[in-house]
């Protein structure tokens, strides 16, 4: 009788083994699913921040752009008004400027 009863706990551990294993099993693909969809969804908020940090670089890179060009407009025209109100001493500082830049070179020497 003794061994009937061993036998049958045998079978009963047996039995609960094989349901373990397989709540195991149905454990182990919940949590690589649940892992996935974490996955999946911070891949989606850091396409988002990037797009959305390339967007503001390109606003900020287009407001460089337009503040140079204003910048280097107002440089011009005040060059340019400068050389309308003296265009004698501005042509003879260019000449100036140029002789000596030639001099630096040594483009002028005569050898």
Known sequence: ????????????????????????????????????EKAAGMKSSVEDEIRHQREELRRLLNEARSSGRRVVGEAVE????????HPVSSLVTAFGLGFIVAKLMGLGDRH
């Open 78 to 85: 005040g060059i340019e008004g400068g050389v309308e109100q």
């Open 1 to 36: 009788m003794a061994e009937n009863d061993v036998q049958r706990e045998l079978k009963q551990l047996r039995a609960d083994l094989s349901t373990l294993q397989s709540d195991m099993s149905a454990l182990m693909g919940s949590l690589k699913e649940r892992g996935s």
